[in-house]
């Protein structure tokens, strides 16, 4: 018997048969199935145009105007990077640990196939997976399902798309798309927020240690967060390394000396509430989401890249100055009203934040009587508080009590612009946004503006041909129709039967203003009006006499951007914040042209920054030059209301025009004398310290020591003689 008849009627055969036939059936079906899953039987697989425009929820980034991110708009914390940002230890790390075969596959290591697809079909997770089988699941991800076949179904499916990925990308856009679609917990979706999160960097300059972290935590981002479960997470960063040495990716004695050194991380979970220029973020994200809805974007998900004006440095300088300041203030403001309410006899102040408040809010959902809100309201609850002095406190008081502790906050709008490009360069909407939301700058937060408004009557005057060296009757003025408007000087020290006008100016003299107001005729009020709104001012202001001295309510956005037509020739230029948007295939959506409109003439421009910059030298303002001494060509305006509810400085430069506003929530609220609550007192220190830094800080502003004159020449007179009182021995208003 040869070994042919012996091998076919063994009694083995038949076993050995049936193996061989379930073998090939087995591929068979496994190769039809496959082929019927490409098919889309069992439901369609991603398009390939889905392949190569990934529909992964992008966050929106917004940019200051050196390129620096300011913050993110978004669902999911996702930053998308190019493969020359990605640290080469990133790449390293993720190889060894999760695909060390990748360079040599396409798409499926067939070494690993069958031990994945059985324990998966068993119900146990395999780390068999590619990164482009990852991949394929992270960009499409499937539901859960129950049965074993179903679970079959979606796997094939992930080595098909899998398979997909590898023929349309590089290895190394496959690197790079899956590491922009991972998640790694603390709200950060992708390797550009993850490392900016966790290490304050970018992906490309990740060192080893953190690049194993990172990694690490891809398989349980929760499990092996280094901020909820540090030990976990070393064990797992040094279980990273391990795989980086045996794969000589590091030294064997580099790995070692890794392992043994603790988890150095520099977290700042990404928030709305944080950041820098968080009040201008969300003046703008209101802006955009209209501008998203009429041109069918989605600002949370389409990742536009928003290009703003915005400069870092004087963003931070003027944040910081703003806090400082309002620090001092608050000391001065606790202890001028200690022992005492400030709000005294206008307890309605305290029922309106009451019911300006969520809770009291939810309560009336709840449809809570007004016992049942008192009581709430008066009862003992944990809160955390803000504090100047200790930070955030935790503590327990009163809703009530919390009301009346924050009225007791000062606040503050500040804004800084380039008067020749509009451009606003820093926007403080207040001390702090995580407990004080409102925006003390924009459009809709208006507020008295005092005697910052009595440039626009000099204005109209100058612009009428009036010499600043015109002598001004100091003397109660009456207006017809208005018999009962009979106001005085806020200060009679400077009291003289009459001044030149751009004394009255410096100084600040009521009358002064009000009798070149009367001298401008009968339609005087409405031409200041008609200049304010040419100059920007789009607040209601109410024709009566009243308006010259800043009885309207105007925002500081309105106001810097009115002061700079002065500082740009005559020609006022909207303030504007926003330059471009480009979507995420680079291409550029909107970009923002300058709108200017030319208000008054260069002559009047001139004459006008002359007169403001008397008002630093030695009027309200002086301290500007003698005492903080701001280089350069500076002119300004202080501004004032009658009980000191609200205090204004518009300063100016050839370069830069700020403004700012210091108030309370209630105009009920404020301080009760001159020296404490004037405008020079309360809102010009913030100005004056911001532009020492700005102007000391290295190629940030460029400082001009004369205001240039009109190419024609000037045909109003600017120099002054003496007074004839003897008070001023000599005007130098010369050119």
């Known amino acids: 018997m040869n070994w042919k008849d012996y091998f076919f009627k063994s009694?083995?055969?038949?076993?050995?048969?049936?193996?061989?036939?379930?073998?090939?059936?087995?591929?068979?079906?496994?190769?039809?199935?496959?082929?019927?899953?490409?098919?889309?039987?069992?439901?369609?697989?991603?398009?390939?145009?889905?392949?190569?425009?990934?529909?992964?929820?992008?966050?929106?980034?917004?940019?200051?105007?050196?390129?620096?991110?300011?913050?993110?708009?978004?669902?999911?914390?996702?930053?998308?990077?190019?493969?020359?940002?990605?640290?080469?230890?990133?790449?390293?790390?993720?190889?060894?640990?999760?695909?060390?075969?990748?360079?040599?596959?396409?798409?499926?290591?067939?070494?690993?196939?069958?031990?994945?697809?059985?324990?998966?079909?068993?119900?146990?997770?395999?780390?068999?997976?590619?990164i482009s089988q990852q991949l394929a699941k992270n960009l499409y991800p499937r539901k859960r399902f129950r049965s074993i076949v179903d679970k079959a179904v979606t796997k094939i499916q992930e080595w098909v798309t899998a398979v997909l990925i590898e023929q349309r990308y590089t290895k190394d856009e496959i690197l790079t798309m899956y590491l922009n679609t991972v998640e790694f917990g603390s709200n950060s979706f992708g390797i550009g927020s993850a490392s900016k999160t966790f290490f304050g960097k970018t992906?490309?300059?990740?060192?080893?240690?953190?690049?194993?972290?990172?990694?690490?935590?891809?398989?349980?981002?929760?499990?092996?967060?280094?901020?909820?479960?540090?030990?976990?997470?070393?064990?797992?960063?040094n279980t990273v390394l391990n795989q980086m040495g045996k794969a000589n990716f590091i030294s064997s004695d580099s790995c070692t000396i890794m392992k043994s050194q603790p988890i150095e991380l520099t977290f700042q979970e990404e928030s709305h509430n944080e950041g820098l220029a968080t009040y201008f973020r969300e003046t703008l994200r209101i802006e955009l989401m209209d501008w998203c809805?009429?041109?069918?974007?989605?600002?949370?998900?389409?990742?536009?890249?928003?290009?703003?004006?915005?400069?870092?440095?004087?963003?931070?300088?003027?944040?910081?100055?703003?806090?400082?300041?309002?620090?001092?203030?608050?000391?001065?403001?606790?202890?001028?009203?200690?022992?005492?309410?400030?709000?005294?006899?206008?307890?309605?102040?305290?029922?309106?934040?009451?019911?300006?408040?969520?809770?009291?809010?939810?309560?009336?959902?709840?449809?809570?009587?007004?016992?049942?809100?008192?009581?709430?309201?008066?009862?003992?609850?944990?809160?955390?508080?803000?504090?100047?002095?200790?930070?955030?406190?935790?503590?327990?008081?009163?809703?009530?009590?919390?009301?009346?502790?924050?009225?007791y906050f000062m606040q503050c709008g500040f804004m800084s612009m380039d008067p020749q490009t509009g451009k606003i360069k820093a926007w403080v909407g207040g001390q702090n946004y995580n407990y004080f939301k409102y925006d003390h700058v924009n459009s809709s937060a208006k507020r008295q503006v005092g005697s910052t408004f009595k440039p626009f009557v000099y204005t109209v005057a100058v612009d009428n041909g009036f010499s600043p060296c015109m002598m001004i009757p100091d003397k109660p003025?009456?207006?017809?129709?208005?018999?009962?408007?009979?106001?005085?000087?806020?200060?009679?020290?400077?009291?003289?039967?009459?001044?030149?006008?751009?004394?009255?100016l410096q100084l600040s003299i009521n009358l002064i203003c009000l009798n070149?107001?009367?001298?401008?005729?009968?339609?005087?009020?409405?031409?200041?009006?008609?200049?304010?709104?040419?100059?920007?001012?789009?607040?209601?202001?109410?024709?009566?006499?009243?308006?010259?001295?800043?009885?309207?309510?105007?925002?500081?956005?309105?106001?810097?951007?009115?002061?700079?037509?002065?500082?740009?020739?005559?020609?006022?230029?909207?303030?504007?914040?926003?330059?471009?948007?480009?979507?995420?295939?680079?291409?550029?959506?909107?970009?923002?042209?300058?709108?200017?409109?030319?208000?008054?003439?260069?002559?009047?421009?001139?004459?006008?920054?002359?007169?403001?910059?008397?008002?630093?030298?030695?009027?309200?303002a002086a301290k500007i030059k003698y005492q903080y001494k701001i280089p350069g060509a500076v002119g300004g305006k202080?501004?004032?209301?009658?009980?000191?509810?609200?205090?204004?400085f518009i300063g100016i430069t050839p370069t830069l025009v700020s403004g700012c506003w210091v108030g309370w929530e209630d105009r009920a609220i404020h301080f009760r004398t001159m020296e404490l609550g004037s405008g020079s007192a309360m809102a010009m220190p913030i100005w004056a310290n911001y532009m020492q830094k700005v102007t000391s800080t290295p190629n940030l502003i460029q400082i001009i020591n004369e205001w240039t004159p009109p190419q024609s020449p000037i045909s109003i007179e600017m120099d002054c003689a003496k007074f004839s009182n003897g008070q001023v021995e000599k005007e130098d208003f010369v050119e």
């Open 11 to 130: 009694p083995y055969w038949k076993f050995i048969k049936w193996i061989w036939v379930g073998a090939f059936a087995g591929l068979f079906l496994l190769a039809s199935l496959v082929t019927v899953i490409a098919m889309g039987w069992f439901g369609q697989l991603p398009p390939i145009e889905e392949l190569e425009n990934p529909t992964t929820q992008l966050a929106s980034e917004i940019y200051a105007d050196d390129g620096s991110i300011l913050g993110k708009y978004y669902l999911q914390n996702r930053s998308n990077v190019n493969y020359e940002e990605l640290s080469p230890q990133l790449i390293n790390a993720l190889i060894a640990t999760e695909d060390i075969r990748f360079y040599e596959h396409s798409g499926i290591d067939n070494s690993r196939l069958f031990t994945m697809i059985l324990y998966n079909l068993i119900g146990k997770q395999q780390g068999g997976s590619t």
């Open 203 to 237: 992906p490309q300059a990740l060192n080893a240690q953190e690049s194993a972290l990172l990694v690490g935590m891809l398989k349980a981002p929760t499990l092996y967060s280094p901020i909820r479960n540090p030990a976990n997470a070393l064990r797992r960063r």
């Open 293 to 407: 809805e009429e041109n069918g974007y989605n600002l949370y998900k389409d990742g536009l890249k928003i290009y703003t004006t915005i400069n870092p440095t004087m963003q931070l300088i003027a944040e910081q100055t703003v806090e400082a300041q309002l620090k001092e203030q608050q000391k001065k403001f606790l202890a001028h009203w200690k022992g005492r309410a400030p709000w005294g006899e206008f307890k309605e102040v305290l029922v309106s934040g009451m019911k300006r408040s969520d809770r009291y809010r939810i309560a009336k959902e709840l449809k809570k009587s007004d016992a049942e809100i008192q009581r709430e309201f008066n009862t003992l609850v944990k809160m955390r508080v803000f504090s100047y002095t200790r930070g955030e406190i935790d503590t327990v008081m009163t809703p009530m009590d919390s009301i009346k502790y924050y009225k």
């Open 477 to 504: 003025v009456s207006f017809a129709g208005y018999p009962d408007y009979n106001p005085g000087n806020a200060d009679t020290k400077y009291d003289l039967p009459e001044m030149t006008m751009y004394r009255g």
């Open 516 to 620: 070149v107001l009367k001298m401008l005729g009968d339609d005087g009020i409405k031409n200041v009006i008609e200049m304010a709104h040419k100059m920007g001012v789009t607040s209601k202001i109410e024709p009566y006499p009243s308006s010259a001295l800043g009885t309207a309510d105007i925002s500081v956005y309105e106001m810097v951007g009115a002061f700079s037509t002065f500082a740009n020739k005559g020609v006022w230029i909207k303030p504007n914040y926003l330059s471009r948007i480009v979507d995420k295939n680079g291409n550029v959506i909107f970009e923002n042209l300058p709108i200017t409109q030319e208000a008054l003439s260069e002559q009047t421009a001139y004459v006008m920054c002359k007169m403001l910059e008397k008002v630093t030298t030695n009027g309200t």
């Open 638 to 648: 202080t501004g004032t209301t009658q009980n000191y509810s609200d205090g204004w």
